[in-house]
Nanobody, 118 residues
Framework: QVQLVESGGGLVQAGGSLRLSCAASGSIFSINTMGWYRQAPGKQRELVATLSSEGSRNYVDSVKGRFTISRDNAKNTVYLQMNSLKPEDTAVYYC????????????WGQGTQVTVSS
C-alpha cells in the first residue's frame, strides 16, 4: 500500500507564506508525477501545480509567480512553497502522486486546510 501524508497547512494573513509538504510511503517502486490540487467550498477540485520525475513543472495560471513546487526524490516528498497568499487561495489542498507500486496508480493525501484571511 502507498500513503501520502500532507503537513504545513494553517491560517495566514493575506500576503503571507506557507509551505506544504507531502511524503509518500509504502511499497513504492518509483514515482512519476507528484503535485497539488485544491478544492474551495462549493467549487470543483482544481490542479495547482505538478512536477514530473523529469523535472517538468506545471502551474495553474492563478498561482504562477507566487507558488513554487519542488521535490526531494530521496525522501519521496513534494513541497509547495506558497508566497503572496490571497484570500482566494483558501481551500483544502490535496497531495497527488502517480506512483508505481504493484501497478501504476494515482494516489491522494487526506488534504490539509489553508485559510488566508484578508
Amino acid at each position: 500500500q502507498v500513503q501520502l501524508v500532507e503537513s504545513g497547512g494553517g491560517l495566514v494573513q493575506a500576503g503571507g507564506s506557507l509551505r506544504l509538504s507531502c511524503a509518500a510511503s509504502g511499497s513504492i517502486f518509483s514515482i512519476n508525477t507528484m503535485g497539488w490540487y485544491r478544492q474551495a467550498p462549493g467549487k470543483q477540485r482544481e490542479l495547482v501545480a505538478t512536477l514530473s520525475s523529469e523535472g517538468s513543472r506545471n502551474y495553474v495560471d492563478s498561482v504562477k509567480g507566487r507558488f513554487t513546487i519542488s521535490r526531494d526524490n530521496a525522501k519521496n516528498t513534494v513541497y509547495l512553497q506558497m508566497n503572496s497568499l490571497k484570500p482566494e487561495d483558501t481551500a483544502v489542498y490535496y497531495c497527488y502522486g502517480r506512483i508505481y507500486s504493484a501497478f501504476l496508480n494515482d494516489y491522494w493525501g487526506q488534504g490539509t486546510q489553508v485559510t488566508v484571511s484578508s
